[in-house]
């Protein structure tokens, strides 16, 4: 069974400072991972993903996800935040098998950004 | 990246009336669609997947007969919400998995505000 773990579910941080959100996932087969990001009353917009290959992600907006098997985690991390990046973020893992296609979904992670 | 729309981007309606949503790919073809619920501050909800020439698979505890889903043609799913009541008011967001795309990919619609009076 596939499950994710946000830690954290609010996170605040500088503008300019480091962006760190936590993912950890459980899967009994290697996984396909996913960062999605949600602004208000919108739907989610996919930022990265992992399927295979390097395990260090680049996405849109400047944001990046390195994919760690002996953690089992997928951190998305960005060097400096701007106030556009507030929003709702979510670590999803696909499933596989009779579950295949089907996205398990993190809490979420709401970003603050303070000026 | 692809483009998923949803229709009406709103509604609000009195309670015993249905309210239909519309899901298209506008660029894919999607064969497999899923329909997620929201409440305020969490997660999504996964209540159904939607499978093109077939009927839906719903998730345990979402009532088949009360969220009528669709899938008439690879570019749209529509799903019907039938005698809507208050408790029925959420967000409702649709995705759409695009079959060429790697690892199971979904894209996202911008999501159905319902409000039920």
């Known amino acids: 069974a596939q499950s994710v773990t946000q830690l954290g579910s609010h996170v605040s941080v500088s503008e300019g400072a480091l962006v760190l959100l936590r993912c950890n996932y459980s899967s009994s087969v290697p996984p396909y991972l996913f960062w999605y990001v949600q602004y208000p009353n919108q739907g989610l917009q996919l930022l990265l993903k992992?399927?295979?290959?390097?395990?260090l992600v680049k996405g849109i907006n400047g944001f990046e996800a390195e994919f760690k098997k002996s953690e089992t985690s997928f951190h998305l991390t960005k060097p400096s935040a701007h106030m556009s990046d507030a929003a709702e973020y979510f670590c999803?893992?696909?499933?596989?098998?009779?579950?295949?296609?089907?996205?398990?979904f993190g809490r979420g992670t709401q970003l603050t950004v303070w000026p | 990246g692809a483009v998923v729309s949803q229709h009406p981007s709103w509604v609000i309606c009195k309670s015993g009336t249905s309210v239909k949503i519309e899901c298209r790919s506008l660029?894919?073809?999607?064969?497999?669609m899923f329909w997620y619920r929201q409440f305020p501050k969490q997660s999504l909800m996964l209540m159904a997947t939607?499978?093109?020439?077939?009927?839906?698979?719903?998730e345990q505890g979402v009532e088949k007969d009360k969220f009528l889903i669709n899938h008439a043609s690879l570019t749209l799913s529509t799903l019907t919400v039938t005698s809507a009541h208050p408790e029925d008011s959420s967000f409702y967001i649709c995705?759409?998995?695009?079959?060429?795309?790697?690892?199971?990919?979904?894209?996202f619609g911008p999501g159905t505000r319902l409000l039920v009076l």
């Open positions: 999803a893992v696909s499933g596989r098998g009779s579950t295949l296609g089907r996205l398990y």
């Open positions: 660029d894919f073809q999607a064969t497999t």
């Open positions: 939607s499978n093109e020439g077939s009927k839906a698979t719903y």
């Open positions: 992992y399927t295979t290959g390097a395990t």
């Open positions: 995705s759409a998995r695009d079959p060429k795309a790697l690892g199971e990919t979904q894209y």
